[in-house]
């Protein structure tokens, strides 16, 4: 849907996916790709590169956007989606079961479906060391919809979580760059789009 959406808005589209079965579009290129390897793609040869609910399934997210990196074009931009394991209604069932929301059992290894599995659920504060360290940095955050009920959650979840980030990532932090970046993840650990989103 997303290629085709694309390529309808005139991009040059190339579509990459593990299985041939499962993309359906014969007039649009397609290359196989496993993106736990590396990408069959040439170095600085995307304008933008668009990753929908892949991350969480792959092997090595770090290997992912530094792959990202090599591929786009300096000025590039990449838009990658996940599912928000930050979101408050994730922070409470993680502090209740040890479970991120999306991956609510453990998974087994030889399962058929594990390609379909979320075996790598990304905490936000993991996703953005990942496009630190493959020099890439977030230019926006948005969330496709807000959970109603998670204002419920918010009087007692949201004033803890206040406390104990704002002392672990500011107030004991000596060092003034490690301050500047430890504030940029507070702010996005809680923003409100990640908190309700």
Known sequence: AMSLWARDQ???????????????????????????????????????????????????????????????K????????????????????????????????????????LPMKHINSIPL?????????AGLECAAMAVSRYRRWAKLLWPFVYPLQWLTLRSRLIRRVKDPAARARNRRVYDLLMDNRTIMG
């Open 74 to 113: 300096p000025g590039g931009s990449a838009i990658i989606s996940t599912p928000n394991e930050h979101n408050i209604q994730n922070r409470w069932y993680y502090f209740k079961s040890g479970f991120y929301g999306d991956s609510r059992t453990v998974i087994m290894e030889d399962d058929p479906e």
């Open 10 to 72: 005139g991009f040059n589209v190339t579509a990459v996916d593990i299985d041939k079965d499962l993309f359906k579009l014969d007039d649009i290129p397609w290359v196989q790709a496993d993106l736990n390897q590396v990408f069959p793609l040439e170095d600085s040869s995307a304008d933008i590169l668009v990753g929908l609910e892949i991350i969480e399934h792959l092997e090595n997210q770090y290997h992912f956007m530094r792959e990202i990196a090599r591929v786009l």
């Open 125 to 133: 504060s993991m996703l953005e060391l990942t496009w630190r360290r």
